[in-house]
């Protein structure tokens, strides 16, 4: 499994409409490319000096081949979107990771 992070810093003045999109129109928009099974969204928890709130979202693919399909395929749309409603008011950078394994607690807290 693979991991397509994108990391945003987004700022405040127009926090709340970027967070609106990003939950109900490009979440939504990249897992409707099929090129991805799910999706996490994060707050990052650390103080910006530069301001702002930083996101991460986290797409899962099966193969490095599907996420070169949507680089191909639907990024330049997507991002495009994402530029025309919030230019010059968020930085983002992208990062791909490998999944090596995962654990899981067997202890149940409530």
Not at 3 to 26: A, F
Not at 28 to 52: H, R, W
Not at 86 to 97: C, D, H, N, P, Y
Request: include cysteine.
């Amino acid at each position: 499994m693979y991991i397509y992070n994108v990391t945003t810093n987004i700022e405040e003045s127009i926090h709340d409409e970027w967070l609106k999109w990003m939950k109900e129109k490009h979440i939504p928009d990249m897992l409707s490319t099929g090129k991805f099974n799910y999706a996490k969204m994060c707050q990052v928890i650390i103080e910006e000096e530069m301001g702002g709130t930083t996101y991460s979202v986290q797409y899962s693919t099966d193969s490095l081949e599907t996420l070169q399909d949507y680089y191909k395929e639907d990024a330049v749309r997507l991002r495009d979107e994402a530029l025309r409603l919030f230019s010059g008011k968020f930085v983002a950078f992208r990062t791909e990771l490998k999944v090596i394994s995962e654990q899981f607690s067997m202890s149940v807290k409530n």
